[in-house]
């Protein structure tokens, strides 16, 4: 688990360590087997030489006659040469002695004196004046070297070397090379750690941002390549790669905004489409209940018509023969009124089921208010109803038949005093453009009366529909203006709130001469609107 928690640089450089040290450890055990052999090899010819430099100069100087000049040479031989432990000379001439020993307190050298002399290593016999034997505890070496003069042996020098000092050096030779080894593993370790800073750690780091940086949906974020080696190709592609992917993301967001705008682009047409089918369907409707309602209001018409006028005449004549009596006059009265009112209902019906002859001409539709306003303001006055206007004065004048658009303005003007039988205010605007297209008008009729209900408002343009009193209203009224607007290529709108008023919206275009519509084929346009 600690290997897993390592980063990159610390495994390599734990596994530099353990494989240094390794190679090191088993180099240093090959070094001191190696070192030992050499210095030991470089020890004994160095003793060997030694002695024999010895034994010359026991003949030059003629140190065997004086011991204590011996004395002092061979002790100056062991602090030159610290491998000697103890230096015995024996004389052969005239008699075999010692004559001097730097140990006189241990065993004498002379070999043949040397206890166990057998259990000891095979000797060596460098040359033919000197031999070699090692201890059996392989700890020493006993060299023995004659002291020749004119062919004759006077004198023999034998030497004790001690291998312990050997492995001394050997170790401090090992400890020396082992530090410098350390110091060069820890060098190493120091250029590693600085190479990966600079050549793979900082730049892992700044990939590694770069990634979470896209991530988070940065994509314009892009890592430096600061090197042509493997981390800067996987510089390169990091980048390469985020680059492609920002291209694909920015192609697939305009491909999603087009597929949504095209989206809701056929939405709309479909939407539109279902709305003109819903007209149409409704237009199918009413053009049936109109042509079943044409019929039996002409036959109705004429049915009633024929009656109604012999009826008519003979009250007339009636009246102008006199009754006799007061009250026979006016009961002659009242008949000769509900005459006219059923007349005058029949005319609306058959009037409703025709085409209208419309006589098209230039109308200044703030004139044709003004003078619908002019026509109600005695009901207004007694209604106390005051009046507000706001027309817009650069509208133009609009092709129509002023006749029978006063006749609408009129009627909506009535609809509105009806509205407010205890007083109100009566608005009247005039806008143009009343779209973006700025080829049509809007003129609107507010009142602040006592609105219509929701279960009302779809139906109050329907024929033979009226919520007023029996005998104040046909319900043909609404019917006739919708009509009416409809063969001026127009449309009528209504938006109402309980105890808040209505408001009625005409859209009428600057020229309709280019096609008028018929009663019977013209498609609804009129909009009815009320609060949610």
């Given amino acids: 688990m600690t290997l897993r928690r390592l980063g990159l640089q610390g495994k390599i450089i734990l596994i530099i360590t353990v494989a240094v040290i390794s190679v090191v450890a088993v180099s240093t055990y090959i070094a ?61 001439y005239p008699t075999h002695r010692l004559v001097v020993s730097t140990n006189p307190g241990g065993q004498n050298l002379e070999l043949d004196n040397i206890r166990d002399i057998q259990a000891y290593n095979a000797y060596e016999q460098p040359d033919p004046n000197q031999i070699t034997i090692e201890t059996r505890d392989g700890k020493y070496w006993v060299m023995g070297t004659t002291v020749m003069e004119d062919g004759r042996s006077i004198a023999c020098l034998n030497l004790k070397v001690s291998k312990l000092h050997l492995s001394i050096i050997t170790q401090r030779l090992v400890f020396r ?49 600061r090197t042509h080696d493997e981390i800067g190709q996987l510089a390169e592609r990091l980048n390469r790669m ?21 989206l809701a682009h056929r939405n709309e047409e479909l939407k539109r489409i279902n709305e003109e089918l819903f007209q149409t369907q409704k237009t199918l409707a009413r053009s049936e209940r109109l042509a079943i309602a044409g019929q039996l209001a002409a036959g109705l018409a004429h049915e009633i018509g024929t009656p109604l006028n012999s009826i008519s005449g003979h009250v007339q004549l009636l009246a102008r023969q006199g009754v006799g009596s007061e009250s026979g006059a006016r009961r002659l009265e009242v008949i000769e009124r509900q005459i006219d009112s059923i007349v005058r209902t029949v005319k609306q019906l058959l009037s409703w ?41 650069d509208c133009p004048r609009v092709f129509a038949d002023p006749g029978y658009l006063q006749q609408v303005f009129l009627n909506l003007i009535n609809n509105s005093m009806d509205a407010m039988p205890s007083g109100g205010t009566l608005t009247t605007r005039i806008r143009f453009p009343a779209s973006e297209k700025g080829r049509d008008v809007a003129i609107e009729v507010e009142d602040t009366g006592t609105g219509i209900a929701r279960e009302t408002l779809q139906r109050i343009f329907e024929p033979m529909f009226t919520t007023k009193r029996l005998g104040t209203g046909a319900g043909l009224g609404l019917a006739i203006c919708d009509q009416i607007i409809r063969q001026h290529r127009g449309s009528i709108g209504v ?5 808040r008023g209505t408001r009625f919206t005409i859209i009428l275009p600057l020229d309709c001469r280019e096609g008028v519509e018929t009663a019977a084929d013209a498609p609804r346009d009129s909009k009815i609107a009320s609060p949610a």
């Avoid at 430099?53 to 065997?64: R, V, Y």
């Avoid at 539709?365 to 007694?382: K, N, W």
Wanted: proline share 3%; glycine share 4%.
């Fill in 353 to 393: 089921t025709r085409e209208f002859d419309l006589r098209l001409e230039p109308v200044n539709l703030a004139l044709l208010l003004e003078d619908s306003l002019t026509l109600s303001s005695p009901a207004l006055q007694h209604r106390k109803i005051s009046v507000v206007t706001d027309w817009d004065a």
């Fill in 32 to 92: 001191m087997l190696l070192t030992r052999q050499l210095v030991e090899e470089d020890t004994y010819r160095k003793a060997l030489a030694q002695a024999r430099s010895i034994a010359q100069q026991l003949i030059d100087e003629q140190s065997l006659a004086n011991p204590a000049t011996l004395m002092r040479a061979l002790r100056q031989l062991e602090h030159d040469f610290p491998s000697i432990t103890q230096a015995d000379v024996f004389a052969h």
């Fill in 495 to 499: 938006e109402s709130s309980r105890e």
């Fill in 242 to 262: 985020l680059g492609r992917i920002e291209n694909f993301n920015a192609e697939l967001g305009r491909k999603v905004r087009d597929a949504t705008a095209e």
């Fill in 177 to 225: 090379n082992l530090l410098v080894m350390l110091a060069g593993l820890g060098f190493l370790i120091l250029v590693i750690h600085i190479f990966f800073l600079r050549s793979i750690r900082g730049p892992v780091k700044e990939m590694i941002h770069v990634m979470d940086s896209a991530e988070g949906e940065s994509l314009q974020v892009r890592a430096r390549v």
